[in-house]
């Protein structure tokens, strides 16, 4: 790699940093009046509750106004989790979404400790956490302390908060302690982790989430208004929309990036040039070893050409240098995509020089491909501004892959069992471990195994008591000697797609799964002969796919970090591990659809998400419930199926846990986000380049969610979600097409009197009721004024005219008033909510007045009744 340094020299007139000031002050002001107006929400809020501090300021060209983040405070502390964000315009607030505590606590509890970094290291050492972070070059620098007041109940306490990484697991907790003895208030972790397996939705424990997100040396003058010509530079990639190598070949690309958004290119921080796949916006590496260090990055040498050969039938490392190439292609170009739409350095987007444009600079993704802290998975890491996201890129598992290997009897050593691995344990070697093989008593392994399973490989049945995982009875074999351990599943099991879940970081030997029936050959033929097996990996021969080179999963876990930095004060306001509706996972399935868009697709084109990934074609299914489609005959998921999207799991604490499922839950609010893209290209057209046409429906939905992002409150759920949208479709259209994002989420029950209930999403314990995640109510009502087609269309004597039961179920009757001259034929016509014909039939009244409704689907639809003397509608909800 060649570095080469420049100094830039420059002027920064005290006059341009003393207007900052004042327009910062200016906003103060008009928020202090609108919080103090008698007109306004907080006109009965205690006095002591209405004093903020502005955490940021970002000016929306698409807005044409400032989103001004803010922070509740007493006695100049924020309030964790208690924030707003509100959209200014021509000195008045035309949005203000909040968090506010609304009620003063009852206590105001701490105070300042003159031991609070003996309380921090000492948080650090009970959670097994790293006592230093590393700056990407290496350097050591202090955990940052913040002091900040904690909700408990109805008193508020003092606590100070900081990140700790946890050792060998790797994850990143966002954690808060009492100033008074260090007790734990709080803890959260940022990573998202994305199973992209077909066991997606097992939600079996995942210990391989990102580690500690490092700072950038500071050696950047951010203040910089100067740029230099871009170095030139080529790529050979996956180039936009390809979605992965299923769906298209690669591109040489020469000079791909948004001069706007990518001022110097991709390979300058405006100081350092560099010729490898690191520049201002993300540095591309490889992390095999799991050290979080980067281990190697492609040199495109003095003239960037990083065109590298590429052929995914061979093992991947023969193609490691097109791997991250291609990482660091997407990264930059979804970098430069959504700066377009406003993920900009105001709004805290990710970059190392943020050339005086706002924002805190030194946060350019890492990038690491090919992590190797496990497989089929991806995840990624946001902390703050001005702290590097991490972002991991995993290697993907053949479909079949054998790690047990038969060597006697002779009648057993041509058996081929696929197995699969453990996320815990040492991993297993090419030399691997040779040993009889043993059944445990008890057979299920979930208490103390009677056995002496000394030298011996033990064969343990899946399942047993609740909270019996898979790495408990590894680690029970494990107690008696056991130097490996086989787990065949149940009768009952559904075989695993993935790896065994489970974290125990005292596992010391290494474990496989294999299916029930390779299970039951094995004790039947210890009934009469010993079993010997091996336990190995022949990575060699393995074809794995590599996870840096599908782009949907890329742009998916960017996402994460765009909805992170935009949503609330950007700390955790999107904590998948209490929110019960943390849309997360939407916005990520629904940015990566959308840069993925192929020419020519329609609303009738289904969408998988993960095929590449899950080895099935670009049609399949993918890892979703359901693909997406606005089609309910394909995806009828609604807000009322939301209920009941639980899951258990077991915290690196070992407490067992009742969660909600936020990649089901996210997939349903990606469905409504879906639909509303094919409703504004049915008024506005198509493109698959949203960069290509910004007024075309796909570049439209696209801003009108970036716009969102940035006006809905800390920890939104499903309704302040689609309320946001709807504030910022009013602030930029004055509401043009306010009725038509009305009906696309009511189609999908999010209608006006659809309620989240409760908003826990965790509960100690397995199989807990979760009451909060069964009161979610849907409804399919819009606003009067939004009314479907033309339903109040009728005939003076209509008054009497009805349809009934409403709600309907598999039929309705046509009620029409004594006297009416119903001759002739009437035509009975059923639309769903866009106004599409779902049916129509020719009927006599006077003969027939029931209508056949069991092929209709959950919804809101209108019946149209039209004839010779009858011209009537009435809107019906099928419900059953």
């Not at 000031?21 to 002591?48: T, V």
């Not at 530079?233 to 936009?240: K, T």
């Not at 509401?735 to 009511?746: E, H, L, N």
Request: glycine share 10%.
């Amino acid at each position: 790699m060649i570095k080469i340094r420049f100094t830039v020299k420059f002027l920064l007139m005290s006059s341009l940093l003393g207007t900052g000031m004042i327009f910062a002050q200016n906003q103060e002001q008009i928020i202090k009046e609108y919080i103090n107006s008698s007109k306004g929400q907080f006109q009965r809020l205690d006095a002591g509750l209405k004093t903020f501090r502005i955490g940021n300021i970002d000016h929306s060209e698409s807005l044409k106004g400032d989103v001004v983040g803010i922070e509740q405070t007493i006695n100049g502390v924020p309030i964790f989790g208690s924030s707003a964000n509100v959209l200014i315009r021509d000195g008045k607030v035309l949005s203000f979404a909040d968090t506010f505590i609304k009620t003063y606590p009852n206590a105001i509890k701490g105070k300042e400790s003159i031991q609070k970094e003996a309380l921090v290291a000492q948080t650090i050492k009970k959670l097994n956490g790293l006592s230093m972070a590393k700056n990407i070059d290496g350097n050591e620098e202090p955990i940052k302390i913040n002091t900040v007041y904690f909700v408990k109940g109805k008193e508020l306490l003092l606590g100070y908060q900081f990140y700790i990484e946890e050792k060998e697991t790797g994850n990143v907790w966002n954690t808060i302690i009492s100033t008074e003895d260090g007790f734990i208030l709080y803890q959260e972790n940022i990573t998202l982790s994305c199973n992209f397996h077909s066991d997606a939705y097992h939600h079996a424990s995942d210990g391989s989430m990102a580690a500690m997100f490092p700072r950038f040396q500071e050696n950047i003058k951010q203040e910089t208004n100067f740029v230099l010509a871009p170095d030139n530079a080529s790529y050979n990639v996956f180039a936009l929309p390809v979605e992965a190598p299923t769906f298209g070949g690669r591109t040489l690309l020469t000079n791909p990036w948004d001069l706007t958004a990518s001022s110097e290119g991709w390979h300058s921080d405006g100081t350092n040039h560099y010729t490898n796949t690191r520049g201002n916006n993300v540095y591309a590496y490889t992390d095999e070893n799991n050290t979080n260090i980067p281990q190697f990055s492609p040199d495109g040498g003095a003239g960037r050409n990083f065109d590298f050969p590429l052929d995914i039938t061979l093992p991947p490392q023969n193609y490691t240098s097109a791997a991250v190439t291609n990482l660091f292609y997407m990264n930059n170009k979804i970098h430069d995509v959504f700066y377009k739409f406003g993920f900009t350095e105001s709004a805290k987007n990710f970059q190392t020089n943020n050339f005086g444009k706002g924002g805190s600079g030194n946060d350019a993704v890492l990038a690491e491909s090919r992590d190797g802290r496990g497989y089929n998975n991806a995840n990624f890491a946001t902390p703050n501004d001005g702290f590097a996201p991490r972002m991991q890129m995993y290697l993907y598992e053949p479909k079949n892959m054998q790690n047990l290997f038969y060597n006697s009897p002779a009648v057993f050593t041509s058996r081929t069992p696929t197995t699969k691995t453990a996320q815990f344990g040492p991993a297993l070697t090419v030399t691997g471990i040779t040993a009889n093989i043993a059944v445990t008593t008890p057979i299920d392994g979930c208490t103390a195994i009677a056995e002496d399973l000394t030298g011996k490989i033990a064969l343990i049945q899946r399942g047993g008591a609740s909270g019996c995982g898979f790495a408990l009875k590894v680690k029970n074999a494990q107690l008696k000697g056991a130097v490996g351990a086989i787990i065949y599943d149940a009768p009952t099991s559904t075989p695993l797609a993935g790896q065994m879940g489970g974290t125990d970081s005292t596992i010391t030997i290494p474990s496989v799964e294999i299916i029930n029936s390779e299970g039951v050959a094995i004790v039947n033929q210890l009934a009469s002969t010993p079993v010997n097996g091996t336990l190995k990996y022949d990575k060699p021969n393995y074809i794995y796919k590599d996870g840096s080179l599908d782009n949907g999963i890329v742009t998916h876990e960017y996402g994460h970090g765009i909805s992170s930095r935009l949503t609330g004060t950007s700390v955790g306001c999107l904590n998948y591990t209490t929110d019960n509706e943390q849309m997360g996972e939407g916005w990520s399935d629904f940015f990566a659809l959308m840069l993925t868009n192929r020419p020519g697709d329609n609303a009738s084109v289904p969408r998988g998400m993960g095929t590449f990934a899950e080895g099935q074609s670009i049609d399949g299914d993918g890892i979703r419930p359901k693909k997406y489609s606005p089609n309910f005959a394909i995806n009828d998921y609604t807000y009322g199926k939301t209920n009941g999207m639980k899951y258990n799991d077991t915290e690196s604490s070992g407490t067992q846990i009742t969660r909600a499922d936020s990649h089901r839950i996210g997939f349903v609010w990606a469905t409504m986000l879906w639909d509303l893209h094919w409703n504004y290209v049915d008024k506005y057209g198509y493109n698959s380049n949203v960069l290509a046409d910004p007024n075309s429906g796909s570049a439209r939905v696209l801003q009108l969610v970036m716009d969102a992002l940035k006006l809905q409150p800390c920890s939104p759920s499903f309704i302040q979600g689609r309320d946001a949208i709807l504030a910022a479709e009013m602030a930029k259209t004055n509401g043009v097409d306010k009725c038509m994002i009305w009906k696309t989420f009511a189609k999908r029950g999010l209608g006006v009197n659809a309620s989240p209930g409760g908003l826990i999403g965790r509960w100690v314990g397995f199989d807990q009721p979760a009451p909060d995640l069964n009161d979610q109510v849907e409804d399919t009502t819009v606003p009067a004024e939004c009314g479907v087609l033309a339903v109040n269309e009728a005939t003076s004597n209509s008054k009497v005219i009805s349809i009934y039961p409403n709600p309907v179920r598999n039929e309705f009757t046509i009620k029409t008033p004594s006297g009416m001259n119903l001759s002739g034929i009437t035509t009975v016509s059923i639309y769903d909510f866009t106004g599409k014909l779902i049916s129509s039939e020719n009927i006599n009244l006077n003969k027939q007045t029931t209508i056949n409704a069991s092929r209709l689907i959950n919804g809101a639809y209108v019946v149209k009744i039209s004839g010779s003397s009858i011209n009537y509608s009435q809107k019906i909800i099928v419900s059953k």
